[in-house]
Every structure is written in C-alpha cells, then in structure tokens.
C-alpha cells in the first residue's frame, strides 16, 4: 500500500501564491506517475498536473499551465505543486495521487492511491 497525505492549503488572496505539498509512504518504490487533482463544490473532479517517476517529463492543465508547477524529490518521497498568480477559479480542494505505472494519464481513474485532499480558497 502506498499512503498519500497532502499539506499547504489555506484561505489566501488573489495573486498570491501557495506550495501544496504531498507526502509518500509505505511502498513507495511502487509508485511512478504522481499527479495534481482538484475538485470544486459542484464540480467533478480535474487534472492539474502530473510529473513522471523521474521528475523529467510534467504536464500541466491548460488553466494553470504557466502558473502552477509541479515537481517531486525521490529521496524525500514527496511532491510539490507550487501555485502562482492564485486566482479564485483555483478554489477547490486538491488531491495528490499516485500511479503504480509510468503512464502520463490525465484522467482520475488512471491512479491508483489518493491522499485526503487539501483545502485551496482564494478570495478575489
């Protein structure tokens, strides 16, 4: 089992930024693709970003590409989602998840573990 715990979120204002955080325990050497998920009240759950086992290759939504990056540190077990220019449209909370294969999926069900999520508001 791998077990994913997310970190970071809070209530901000526009245009600042936030550094989501993402924790990786238990078998770890099993997990390849992680990824940035996010859901607003309402709404169904979306692709954020991803970034493959090594760090090499991310991938990013068209709504936070340039804004948002992802990146992860192996020897550490966690992943990160650095948000900048935070606009309130970015409400939501966001989920980590995390691939048992190298496959770049952008959709929900291409993953295999998932942390509790984390509460991202921003006020305009």
């Known amino acids: 089992q791998v077990r994913l715990v997310e970190s970071g979120g809070g209530l901000v204002q526009a245009g600042v930024s936030l550094r989501l955080s993402c924790a990786v325990s238990?078998?770890?050497?099993?997990?390849?693709?992680m990824a940035w998920f996010r859901q607003a009240p309402g709404k169904e759950r979306e692709f954020v970003a991803l970034i493959s086992r090594s760090g090499g290759w991310t991938y990013y939504a068209d709504s936070v590409k340039g804004r948002f990056t992802i990146s992860r540190d192996n020897a550490k077990n966690t992943v990160h989602l650095q948000m900048n220019s935070l606009k309130p449209e970015d409400t939501a909370v966001y989920y980590c998840a995390a691939s048992t294969t190298q496959a770049m999926g952008v959709m929900s069900n291409e993953y295999d573990y998932w942390g509790q999520g984390t509460q991202v508001t921003v006020s305009s």
């Open positions: 238990g078998r770890t050497f099993s997990t390849g693709t």
